[in-house]
Every structure is written in structure tokens, then in C-alpha cells.
């Protein structure tokens, strides 16, 4: 799951911004995380630091001089590299101010781009195709340059670590045809390839990344689509030129809507980034930032832009950078892991178990489950190979006697009587084995539950706990599991299912969300829950207490007047306040952490929210503002307590509870003092976590100066933070 996350400008095209009005030529990383170097197209580069969106050095070479190359970092000597006028090659330290009086070096050929990688220094690629690393050509600056390309312009080009050996990569045009060259500067090793043609379309844009001994290379098509070449580094053959066949990585449309893309970039092995214009039938386009799943095919998120853009897009550090309008913009992002689960919803916890662990959907067919069935032996599960759909119907005529499918038995066992029947799914559990052990208790579930929908009067609800609490199932293995307990009102059956089923539809989630606010708490009194997830934090004296002090006052006893004015006035909620109590008690409180727990997106739950009365809704929103209290009284953030709900979780609803409730939220007198509140608090932890920021910027920053001094000898000082 990918999302765009807050935006801020880092400065504005312009002389004033420090980047010329020409625009960008290039954004490059700098000598620090959290820096970054900007080329315009002109004189002048630039250092930001992004956190601050504040120049540290800017430098420019002098009247009728142009940079031809964006400028780098020499990570390993913490040096700048800039070429103008294609061969004139500068190099300078952060302290050096005049251009003119740095290094300076001409080289014998023209310069196209250099690229500087972290643990293997600069490599310089000319405009002919050669590739010189930096060391090398400083030894003879004006040594010869061979021209390994002939009448072919270069489009592309990015640098890699392989190992110890740098590894440079460029895409060529020449009439047409798209080809690809390999290069290792240090092995003086050369390989040439030829794009596969695509008809009446063209490459755009070009990304790599190394991984698994091979290059896999991504070309973004004029015909809104993502290619994906596999090239391997070790080439075997001594062909001359390879033709390199490619395979659609994602097309770039969703809803009747196309992307054309100008730019991408790669942000892990299932995501990437495109910049472009959205066209849609019948509608102006409009340019947008967009993040698509390649795993799943599916659209992410994507910003609008109103103001227009360059068509660049640069990533560094989880933070995207493109013009926008007058201004360069920073948008931070994040990508979690791509699953199922992730593309169409928000995850579980992540100490939760994958699905995957435990639903086989390959043997869920009825007639793949084979169990043997002796009347004078225990039951036993009869492992089979998988099968074709040819073989299939064959196979199942050839079933030995004395086995029956887990289907037919558990149809078998359903006119049985309720202990013979739970005797016999207790065998057949006791003495199944993997792999389709969880397919087999979820047909003893389904077997269980028919039997309650056939006799009203019959629930074995130990037994089913039992399963639930020793068994790993999920919703889809037994989907009337949860109906018939929110039918019988049995909440601690829903809190384990809650806390255990990782793909429970959003309709059920908010069916035991309405159960669980409706109870009264007398009613919870007598019910057995897991309370792990809020025991350490509620105060249980003070929830259970239960406040019967009689106040005499003038011989008369106020408890018995407020009862009188209960008939007539409706008593006023009292809101909790920082510190103060839970709105809800130790077993409510549980059952809603178990919500809070489960996985849901936000599409589909939104709509069953909004039905959610408004007293409840109160309530709850009452909850989610006490936890949020309590979250915030520790600096980690993070409740005690096993499956106790994290910071983002209460967010999350929070969020969700005012966008489903906010006309009602408004007008409820009750309700204006809770959301006056909560904008004070959330308005106060902003500004503390800003302040902390700060100061972990300036401790930052102090750290690193202590380490470019020295101190030979013992010495005391005072820091003091303004």
C-alpha cells in the first residue's frame, strides 16, 4: 500500500530561490541524507538542505559559461563535480566560493553526464559512449576517448555497484531503434543491445536497478504503458548486438482515464511513481503525481496539479521533487508491503499471522478433502496430490471404500445428535495432519453452525471457542460464523474472531462495532472477555466504582432529588478530560480494541459507518479521544498490553468517525466540547512534536560539529539551545 503523504515548497524558480528561471537541469543526492544539489539550466548549482528548505552554498561559473552536466557529489572526498561547456571539468570543496579559483581541468572530449555512487566513486560518460571512472581520468585528463556509438544520441543513462565494480548503463537512439549498452569502466568490459520494437509507439523515459546478478531495466512506452527488460550482467554470448524482449510491466489506465506519462521513477519492487497528464473521455486533462502497484495492477493514489509541471520527477530519501508552477515541490510519501490485503484495505497489525499461513484456497474444493471414515476406527485425513480438472472427476469414482470427502461427512454428521456429532469432529481434529488441516476444521465450523440454523436451541459455544482458540482460521473458511454470533449476541466469540480473522468484510466489522456500543455495561458484568489489551492502561477501581456517596443537604437527600429530576431533565453527559476516566468500561473498552485491531478499507467501511447512531457514535469518539490521551502520556506512543491498538489505528477511526458523523458531530451539544477539546490537544502535540523536531535538528548538527573538532586536550563546555 502506497500513499502520498504532506507537501512543502523547497524554494522558487527564480534568482531569488536560488534556481535560475530557466528551470532544472538535474536534482542529484548531496553529501547528506538530507541534502540535495540542483543544476539549473545556466550558470548556477545549488545545495538545499530539505528539512530547513534552505540554501547552504550556491555556486555559479562566470558570464558566458553554461553548465552542460548537473553537478554531483564525490561522496567519498565530500568534493563537487561540475562540467561546462561540455569539456571543462571543476572540483571544489563546500568552503571554495570562486569557481574560477578551483580545479579545473579540460578534457579531450565532450562530457555527457557523470554519475557518482556512494562506495565506488565518480564514473564520467562521454557523448561517443566511453566511460572513464574519475580517478583514471584525472591521472591524463587529456587522453584519448574512444567513440564506441556512431551516429546514435544518448537518451538515458544511470550507474550501479555491482559488488566492487561500478556497472554503467545508457539507452541510444538512432533512427528509430532504441539501443542499450553495458558498461564496466574498471573490466574495460563492453556489451551492446537492441530494443525489442514496439509498434507506433516509442520509449519516453528510462529506470534500472540492479538486483540478482541481472539489470532489470523499465521503459515508460508512448503508449501509456511500462515495459520491463531483464538484462543479465554476465553475458555468455559474443554476439555483437542482442535484441532484448520486454514484457508489460502495468498499463497506465483506470475507469476510462490514461496517463500519459513524461517521468518515473522506481520506489521498491512493486511501486512506481509517474508523473504526467490524466486524460479522460470528454474531460480537460489535468498533470498529476500518481503511484501505481505493479503487483497488483491497480492505481494507488495520485495529486492533482493544478499549476502545471516541468514533466522531471527525482526521488531521494521517501521524498518526491518536481516543479510546480513557479516552485520546486516536495511531496513525502510511503510504501508498505504489497499484499492482497494492503492493495484492497488497511493491514492487521504486523505481529499478526499472514493468511496465506493458513487458508489453502487449493483444497477447498469439496471433493479434494478425502478423510477416512472407518465405523470401528478414529477419523483420519487421507492426503492426495494435486490434480487436474481432466483427472479430477475420475479420481473422485475411485475414492476407496471406507473414505468419504470432509463435504459429505460433515453432511453426514449434520442429522446427528449434538454430542455425537461434536465427539466425532473432535476425532477427526484430534487426528487430521497438514496440509489441509485448516480446510477440514472449516468444514467442522460449517458443520457446526448448519446445525445451529437447523435447531435455534442448539449453540455450542464452548466448543466453537475451543476451535477458535486453537485453531488458525480466517472469515472465508467459515463466513456464517460470526452472523449466528451476532445473531446470539456472543461478544467474546466475536472478539476472538476479531482479533484472529485477517479478511472480515467491513458490513461484519461494523455489525459487532454497533453490538459491542449497544450493550449496557451490567450486561458485560457476567461475560467472560480477553481484557489483555487494556488492563495495564484503564484504571479498573475507577471504572468499576460506582459513585453512591449520599450528600445531605438541609435534611434532605440530593440523591434522591436527582433521581426526581432524571424523570424530567435529561442529564448532561460528563466528558472525560485529560487524565480523567474511561468513558467506557474494562469489557467494553476490550471489545472495542478489537475493532480497533481489525483490517478494513476505508471505501467500504465508510458507508456502514454513517448508519451508526448518534449516541454511539459519541461514545465512541469519547474512546478514541481517551486512548489518543493515553498514547500521547507515554513518549514511545505506544499502549501496554497485548493486542492493545496502536497510535495510527486511533487516528485512523478517529478520522473515519468525523468524516462519517460531522454534520451531526456539529450540531450535538454534547459532542461541541469533545471536538473542541480534541482540536486543542491535537493542536498542542503538533506543536510539541514540532519543537522536538527541532531539537533533534540542532543535537544533530551539534553532533556533527563536535566530530570535525579535535579536542586534544580536556576541556569543558555549555551548549546552550536558543
Known amino acids: 500500500m502506497a500513499a502520498l503523504c504532506e507537501s512543502f515548497t523547497l524554494c522558487g524558480l527564480g534568482p531569488s530561490g536560488g534556481v535560475g528561471l530557466g528551470g532544472l537541469l538535474a536534482l542529484e543526492p548531496g553529501p547528506d541524507p538530507d541534502h540535495v544539489l540542483l543544476t539549473d539550466r545556466g550558470r548556477t548549482a545549488t545545495l538545499f538542505k530539505v528539512s530547513d528548505q534552505k540554501p547552504l552554498g550556491c555556486w555559479s561559473v562566470k558570464h558566458g559559461q553554461i553548465l552542460t552536466c548537473p553537478v554531483v557529489c564525490n561522496f567519498e572526498t565530500c568534493e563537487f563535480i561540475a562540467v561546462h561547456d561540455d569539456k571543462v571539468l571543476r572540483i571544489w570543496k563546500n568552503k571554495d566560493i570562486n569557481l574560477d579559483k578551483v580545479f579545473k581541468a579540460t578534457l579531450s572530449a565532450d562530457v555527457y553526464r557523470i554519475h557518482s555512487l556512494p562506495n565506488g566513486g565518480p564514473v564520467v560518460l562521454f557523448k561517443g559512449g566511453g566511460v572513464r571512472t574519475l580517478d583514471v581520468l584525472l591521472e591524463a585528463p587529456q587522453q584519448e576517448i574512444e567513440n564506441v556509438i556512431s551516429d546514435e544520441v544518448i537518451k538515458w543513462s544511470e550507474a550501479f555497484m555491482e559488488g566492487q565494480q561500478p556497472v554503467l548503463i545508457f539507452a541510444t537512439e538512432k533512427d528509430g531503434d532504441y539501443f542499450v549498452y553495458i558498461q564496466k569502466p574498471k573490466m574495460k568490459s563492453l556489451h551492446k543491445y537492441k530494443l525489442e520494437q514496439q509498434e507506433l509507439s516509442k520509449p519516453l523515459s528510462f529506470t534500472a536497478y540492479v538486483k540478482n546478478q541481472s539489470i532489470t531495466l523499465l521503459c515508460l512506452y508512448s503508449n501509456d504503458s511500462v515495459y520491463k527488460v531483464l538484462i543479465p550482467l554476465q553475458k555468455n554470448t559474443e554476439e555483437e548486438e542482442q535484441i532484448l524482449s520486454k514484457s508489460l510491466l502495468v498499463n497506465l489506465s483506470v475507469s476510462g482515464s490514461v496517463l500519459k506519462g513524461t517521468s518515473f521513477v522506481v520506489l521498491d519492487k512493486d511501486h512506481i511513481a509517474v508523473l504526467g497528464s490524466l486524460d479522460a473521455s470528454g474531460k480537460k486533462s489535468k498533470e498529476c503525481l500518481t503511484i501505481w502497484n505493479t503487483k497488483f495492477q491497480t492505481l494507488q493514489t495520485s495529486k492533482h496539479l493544478p499549476l502545471g509541471t516541468s514533466g522531471q520527477l527525482w526521488c531521494h530519501e521517501e521524498k518526491f521533487f518536481f516543479t510546480h508552477g513557479k516552485v520546486l515541490t516536495v511531496i513525502m510519501y510511503k510504501c508498505e508491503t504489497s499484499s492482497l490485503a494492503a492493495a484492497v484495505g488497511k493491514l492487521k497489525d504486523s505481529q499478526a499471522p499472514d493468511l496465506s499461513s493458513f487458508v489453502n484456497w487449493d483444497a477447498l474444493g469439496d471433493e479434494e478433502l478425502v478423510v477416512s471414515f472407518q465405523s470401528q476406527q478414529p477419523l483420519a485425513l487421507k492426503p492426495e496430490s494435486k490434480m487436474t480438472l481432466r483427472s479430477k472427476s475420475s479420481s473422485v469414482s475411485k475414492v476407496q471404500p471406507g473414505t468419504l470427502s470432509a463435504g459429505k461427512l460433515a453432511r453426514n454428521l449434520q442429522d446427528a445428535s449434538p454430542a455425537v456429532l461434536e465427539d466425532r469432529l473432535k476425532k477427526l481434529m484430534s487426528e487430521a495432519q497438514m496440509p489441509d488441516l485448516h480446510a477440514i476444521v472449516g468444514y467442522v465450523v460449517t458443520a457446526l453452525i448448519n446445525k445451529c440454523k437447523v435447531n435455534p436451541y442448539y449453540y455450542p459455544k464452548d466448543f466453537l471457542l475451543e476451535i477458535i482458540q486453537t485453531q488458525d482460521l480466517s472469515y472465508s473458511l467459515c463466513p456464517d460464523l460470526m452472523a449466528v454470533a451476532l445473531e446470539k449476541k456472543d461478544v467474546y466469540l466475536l472478539q476472538l474472531c476479531l482479533q484472529r480473522f485477517p479478511d472480515i468484510p467491513e458490513e461484519i466489522t461494523y455489525a459487532c462495532l454497533k453490538v459491542f456500543l449497544s450493550m449496557s455495561e451490567n450486561h458485560l458484568k457476567n461475560i467472560d472477555l480477553d481484557l489483555d489489551s487494556v488492563i495495564c492502561y484503564i484504571d479498573i477501581e475507577l471504572n468499576n466504582k460506582e459513585v453512591k456517596t449520599e450528600i445531605v443537604e438541609n435534611g434532605f437527600s440530593t440523591e434522591l432529588e436527582q433521581n ?39 471505501t467500504f467501511l465508510l458507508p456502514h459507518l454513517k448508519n451508526l447512531p448518534a449516541k454511539e457514535a459519541v461514545l465512541f469518539l469519547r474512546y478514541l479521544y481517551y486512548l489518543y490521551v493515553k498514547c500521547s502520556e507515554k513518549i514511545n506512543t505506544t499502549l501496554p498490553g497485548t493486542h492493545s491498538p496502536t497510535v495510527n489505528q486511533i487516528m485512523d477511526w478517529m478520522c473515519l468517525l468525523l468524516d462519517a458523523h460531522f454534520t451531526v458531530m456539529v450540531m450535538l451539544p454534547e459532542a461541541k466540547e469533545l471536538l473542541s477539546r480534541l482540536h486543542k490537544f491535537v493542536r498542542a502535540q503538533v506543536r510539541f512534536y514540532s519543537e522536538l523536531n527541532k531539537i533533534e535538528e540542532s543535537l544533530r548538527e551539534l553532533q556533527r560539529l563536535n566530530h570535525q573538532r579535535d579536542f586534544q586536550t580536556y576541556s569543558i563546555e555549555v551548549l546552550e539551545l536558543i
Open 564 to 602: 426526581i429530576l432524571d424523570t424530567k431533565i435529561p442529564k448532561k453527559t460528563p466528558l472525560p478530560t485529560e487524565g480523567e476516566f474511561c468513558p467506557v468500561g474494562l469489557r467494553k473498552a476490550a471489545l472495542l480494541n478489537a475493532v480497533l485491531h481489525s483490517a478494513y478499507s476505508e
